[in-house]
């Protein structure tokens, strides 16, 4: 058990936040945040944005799921896909203000 301030992490959750960040670790997936940040999107809609084919983006939201940092629903015959939630826009914004100091 490591004590954290207000947390007490075992060392599985250690390498799950390892295993976390690591996700933010690829440019494609950054950029696939960005433009969730705006609007829900489709894979088809992410890939004209990205100029990437709709199979690279395919791969790179499933990881993204995974991490639980996005998460989908179908339109009619789309899947549109969103940001998971407010934590993942202030991890975002924090990264973004950290780099820009």
Excluded: P
């Amino acid at each position: 058990m490591i004590d954290f301030g207000e947390y007490e992490l075992e060392s599985s959750d250690l390498s799950d936040l390892a295993e976390l960040f690591k996700v933010f670790g690829d440019s494609t997936r950054i950029s696939i945040m960005f433009a969730l940040l705006k609007q829900e999107l489709s894979v088809g809609e992410i890939a004209d944005r990205l100029e990437m084919n709709a199979s690279a983006i395919s791969h790179q939201l499933r990881v993204l799921k995974q991490a639980k940092l996005i998460k989908s629903r179908r339109s009619g015959k789309n899947i549109i896909y969103e940001l998971a939630d407010e934590h993942v826009v202030t991890i975002i914004k924090q990264g973004v203000d950290h780099i820009l100091e």
